[in-house]
């Protein structure tokens, strides 16, 4: 989960959904041909997954992952900030974990999981998400869900690749 500690902009915002959606993807796709890693597209069904997880998020007022059983097979990043945020501004808050990935020992590490799942090769489509109000403690939430699931044990030496 990636929390931003910046000051937002004050006033009332209105985000466009399906605008930060095609934000995200080019974001996701750029940072991924980086990575030796395919292009990834946008699941509608994921999309609603997304979604449906980032309003209730902002609704019960709380930053967790969406419940494993809910989403089988079916990895899961999170954000959040006081103000809108582009796509490749939250992209880039779970890419800029690459800089406490060590991949001369490749593997699962919390402080590096949104960064690998973002760029995990065998990845093939994404859905996501964003709450249309703020939540209680005035944060949007942002969710990310990737199919096939990333941050498999054993196999981040062939998904997370050297940048080229």
């Known amino acids: 989960m990636a929390q931003a500690s910046k000051a937002g902009t004050p006033g009332a915002q209105t985000p466009n959904i ?3 959606r095609q934000e995200v993807l080019v974001a996701h796709n750029k940072r991924r041909e980086w990575h030796q890693a395919p292009p990834v597209k946008l699941s509608p069904e994921l999309n609603k ?3 449906e997880w980032a309003e209730n998020l902002a ?3 709380k ?3 969406s419940p494993a059983d809910r989403r089988k097979g ?3 990043n999170l954000a959040a900030h006081t103000r809108v945020l582009s796509g490749d501004e939250v992209v880039e808050m779970w890419y800029s974990e690459i800089q406490n990935y060590n991949f001369q020992k490749p593997g699962f590490a919390m402080n590096t999981s949104h960064f690998t ?3 995990w090769k065998d990845c093939q489509s994404i859905g996501v998400g964003m709450s249309t109000q703020k939540a209680g403690n005035g944060m949007y939430m942002y969710v990310a869900n990737y ?3 990333g941050n498999v044990i054993n196999y981040f030496d062939k998904n ?3 940048k080229k």
């Open 160 to 162: 997370v690749l050297t």
């Open 74 to 76: 079916i990895g899961e």
């Open 49 to 51: 997954l997304a979604q």
């Open 18 to 20: 399906e605008n930060f």
């Open 147 to 149: 199919q096939p699931a």
């Open 117 to 119: 799942q973002l760029v």
């Open 59 to 61: 609704k019960q007022n």
């Open 63 to 65: 930053f967790e992952h």
